[in-house]
């Protein structure tokens, strides 16, 4: 059964840093490109980051370009968001989600982790 | 960067109604867009793949259509359990986007 489980989340001051696991069983990790999405309370759906199989692609929203960090781990079967500068706005609930290894599209997410940035 | 613009916002209908809900990319994604069912406080759901591919365990009643900038989820028979909201997305460019999602409400 596939498994995607974050951690990481919780409470963060504006101006600060976080770390998000996403770590991941059930099928070959190292196969998979790999996503975060966050979800803002009440809001819809926000793509934040991707990373390919091999590492060597990544991409981000521009809302989170230069801020945020996405890295993988394919030994540790583990997925990474280094979220620095963190602002009110990046309140949500993360999800890591696994794309399809042939079509690419969103096959499998987690259960997803609240990151609340406030004072 | 594609935006994705899904209409209605909102949508009210009656337990057995046959429903739409349009997508429209800005600029063609061929048929790379899958759809989505959320409800809340739950992770979203995989309805639709590639436009028109239903996902393996969802109802029959879900169909998809379209290709280059518009898309249409057609729900047919609507079921207690169909009352929730649906995003579209689109995974072509190397900056995946969601539309901005539709309620679909007990009328």
């Known amino acids: 059964e596939v498994q995607l489980v974050e951690s990481g989340g919780g409470l963060i001051q504006p101006g600060g840093s976080l770390r998000l696991t996403c770590l991941a069983s059930?099928?070959?990790?190292?196969?998979?490109?790999m996503n975060w999405v966050r979800q803002a309370p009440g809001k819809g759906l926000e793509w934040v980051s991707y990373?390919?199989?091999?590492?060597?692609?990544?991409y981000y929203a521009d809302s989170v370009r230069g801020r945020f960090a996405i890295s993988r781990d394919n030994a540790k079967n583990s997925l990474y968001l280094q979220m620095d500068s963190l602002r009110a706005d990046d309140t949500a609930v993360y999800y890591c989600v696994r794309e399809n290894e042939w079509l690419y599209y969103f096959d499998h997410w987690g259960q997803g982790m609240l990151v609340t940035v406030s004072s | 960067d594609i935006q994705m613009t899904q209409s209605p916002s909102t949508l009210s209908a009656s337990v057995g109604d046959r429903v739409t809900i349009t997508c429209r990319a800005s600029?063609?994604?061929?048929?790379?867009l899958a759809w989505y069912q959320q409800k809340p406080g739950k992770v979203p759901n995989l309805l639709i793949y590639?436009?028109?591919s239903l996902e393996s365990g969802v109802p029959s009643r879900f169909s998809g259509s379209g290709s280059g900038t518009e898309f249409t989820l057609t729900i047919n028979s609507l079921q207690p359990d169909d009352f929730a909201t649906y995003y579209c997305q689109q995974y072509k460019s190397n900056s995946y986007s969601f539309g901005q999602g539709t309620k679909l409400e007990i009328k």
């Open positions: 990373i390919s199989y091999s590492v060597s692609t990544i």
């Open positions: 059930g099928f070959s990790f190292s196969k998979h490109n």
């Open positions: 590639k436009a028109s």
């Open positions: 600029q063609s994604i061929s048929t790379w």
